[in-house]
């Protein structure tokens, strides 16, 4: 009964975290009624199963209640006849009474708890649902950190599925040499941010291993693990606060200078010294707005100013007009300078000078090479490029 109340207050809030967070996109839509009347709707139902709840204990109460009385009652009754065939006393008869009385209370408490412990109850299955929530990598008591590394990445006979069990990575064998760039290219869905994710080891392949400067990652301690790798996510988060907090994020210690040196190796220092507060403004709802490849080029500034021995660059899928291309080809070729990378390329211009192209599809390598080999291959790396190339018209 009380589970259904708290799913119902689940329903609500969930809505309501998922409508505030997305107002843009409802708005955009025009759904505002839409969302407004699944909101009334979820309160409905919440008040309704409140209601039912509330109906019961209003039955189950008073006939607890009527049973106590009865009790009292029958004493009486059973008694008044005691005394009347006299083998018992008033006296006895009046502390009877005060005993059967002295009952009602406890039973009336008791009442009052079986209905508490149905509502903690519900509560307490929520509370062992979270602590019951399985960690996707968990660091060994042994783990090792490795302070320095060489950045050789290397997967090998890798197999992935995420919880519902489908293999989304089968059979991917991969070695990148310390300062090799590697770039993987497929259609949507084909694994590639999946490979990305499973490097930073934010999951662990059901099989197969992969491995930094020859150790498992398994066995290296998460900090130290992702103090060695810096993302560029498909999708940049940024946090709310000033640009310059944004950028620091990936060394909080970093000084103004380390800040703009890495601003200005990401292409992005123009761009902000154009706004009112240059590297104080706050980004944001309130603050100053940025275009895709302004969020893109801040969180190549940000693994810029990190520094770290291996890069992951998967690259945003929204389309950038030629200028932006252009500033940001420069900063991610400053991104790889010196470094294991490894790149996810939705735009095949990127990629033209890396050392290795793996061309993913449904989870399986299909081709490797370099982009002058993979052309003159003529295979499906060779349609893809054919596909963008015709579709940009150059
Ligand atoms: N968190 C997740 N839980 C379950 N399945 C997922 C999850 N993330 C991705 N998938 C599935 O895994 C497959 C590979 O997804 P992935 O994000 O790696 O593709 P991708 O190659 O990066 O595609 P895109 O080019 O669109 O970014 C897809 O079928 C996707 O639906
Ligand atoms: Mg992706």
Same mark, same amino acid.
């Given at each position: 009964?009380?589970?259904?109340?708290?799913?119902?207050?689940?329903?609500?809030?969930?809505?309501?975290?998922?409508?505030?967070?997305?107002?843009?996109?409802?708005?955009?839509?025009?759904?505002?009624?839409?969302?407004?009347?699944?909101?009334?709707?979820?309160?409905?139902?919440?008040?309704?199963?409140?209601?039912?709840?509330?109906?019961?204990?209003?039955?189950?109460?008073?006939?607890?209640?009527?049973?106590?009385?009865?009790?009292?009652?029958?004493?009486?009754?059973?008694?008044?006849?005691?005394?009347?065939?006299?083998?018992?006393?008033?006296?006895?008869?009046?502390?009877?009474?005060?005993?059967?009385?002295?009952?009602?209370?406890?039973?009336?408490?008791?009442?009052?708890?079986?209905?508490?412990?149905?509502?903690?109850?519900?509560?307490?299955?929520?509370?062992?649902?979270?602590?019951?929530?399985?960690?996707?990598?968990?660091?060994?008591?042994?783990?090792?950190?490795?302070?320095?590394?060489?950045?050789?990445?290397?997967?090998?006979?890798?197999?992935?599925?995420?919880?519902?069990?489908?293999?989304?990575?089968?059979?991917?064998?991969?070695?990148?040499?310390?300062?090799?760039?590697?770039?993987? #290219?497929?259609? @949507? /869905?084909?694994?590639?941010?999946? %490979? *990305?994710?499973?490097?930073?080891?934010?999951?662990? &392949? =059901?099989?197969?291993?992969?491995?930094?400067?020859?150790?498992?990652?398994?066995?290296?301690?998460?900090?130290?693990?992702?103090?060695?790798?810096?993302?560029?996510?498909?999708?940049?988060?940024?946090?709310?606060?000033?640009?310059?907090?944004?950028?620091?994020?990936?060394?909080?210690?970093?000084?103004?200078?380390?800040?703009?040196?890495?601003?200005?190796?990401?292409?992005?220092?123009?761009?902000?010294?154009?706004?009112?507060?240059?590297?104080?403004?706050?980004?944001?709802?309130?603050? #100053?707005?940025? @275009? /895709?490849?302004?969020?893109?080029? %801040? *969180?190549?500034?940000?693994?810029?100013?990190?520094? &770290? =021995?291996?890069?992951?660059?998967?690259?945003?899928?929204?389309?950038?007009?030629?200028?932006?291309?252009?500033?940001?080809?420069?900063?991610?070729?400053?991104?790889?300078?010196?470094?294991?990378?490894?790149?996810?390329?939705?735009?095949?211009?990127?990629?033209?000078?890396?050392?290795?192209?793996?061309?993913?599809?449904?989870?399986?390598?299909?081709?490797?090479?370099?982009?002058?080999?993979?052309?003159?291959?003529?295979?499906?790396?060779?349609?893809?490029?054919?596909?963008?190339?015709?579709?940009?018209?150059?």
């Amino acid at each position: 009964m009380y589970q259904s109340v708290n799913d119902q207050a689940d329903l609500i809030s969930n809505h309501l975290q998922d409508t505030i967070s997305n107002i843009k996109i409802i708005k955009s839509f025009g759904n505002e009624q839409y969302e407004i009347n699944r909101f009334t709707e979820f309160s409905r139902n919440y008040r309704e199963e409140n209601l039912k709840a509330t109906r019961f204990w209003s039955i189950f109460v008073p006939i607890i209640n009527t049973l106590n009385e009865l009790g009292n009652l029958l004493t009486l009754v059973f008694g008044a006849w005691g005394v009347m065939v006299s083998h018992l006393t008033i006296g006895e008869l009046a502390a009877l009474l005060t005993y059967v009385t002295l009952l009602n209370k406890p039973i009336n408490r008791f009442n009052g708890l079986v209905n508490i412990i149905q509502r903690s109850g519900v509560s307490a299955k929520r509370i062992f649902q979270i602590l019951d929530t399985k960690i996707e990598v968990k660091e060994k008591e042994n783990a090792i950190n490795l302070t320095s590394i060489q950045g050789n990445l290397k997967f090998e006979g890798m197999e992935f599925a995420y919880h519902n069990n489908q293999s989304v990575i089968r059979n991917f064998n991969l070695d990148i040499q310390p300062g090799m760039s590697v770039a993987l #290219v497929g259609s @949507s /869905g084909a694994g590639k941010s999946t %490979i *990305a994710k499973i490097a930073a080891r934010f999951y662990d &392949p =059901q099989k197969g291993r992969v491995l930094l400067d020859g150790h498992d990652l398994q066995d290296i301690s998460l900090s130290s693990l992702r103090s060695h790798i810096g993302i560029v996510p498909q999708e940049t988060l940024l946090l709310y606060g000033t640009v310059k907090e944004n950028i620091a994020y990936g060394k909080l210690d970093a000084t103004d200078q380390e800040i703009e040196a890495a601003a200005k190796a990401a292409n992005a220092h123009d761009f902000i010294i154009g706004f009112p507060d240059g590297y104080q403004s706050i980004i944001g709802e309130q603050g #100053v707005k940025l @275009s /895709g490849g302004q969020r893109q080029r %801040i *969180a190549i500034a940000r693994v810029l100013l990190k520094n &770290p =021995q291996i890069v992951i660059l998967d690259e945003a899928t929204s389309a950038l007009d030629s200028e932006s291309e252009q500033l940001i080809q420069e900063s991610i070729k400053q991104l790889f300078k010196g470094r294991t990378s490894l790149v996810i390329a939705h735009r095949l211009s990127t990629i033209a000078d890396v050392d290795l192209i793996v061309v993913l599809e449904k989870g399986e390598i299909v081709e490797t090479g370099t982009h002058t080999e993979l052309i003159a291959q003529g295979g499906r790396y060779a349609y893809l490029y054919e596909l963008q190339f015709v579709k940009s018209g150059n």
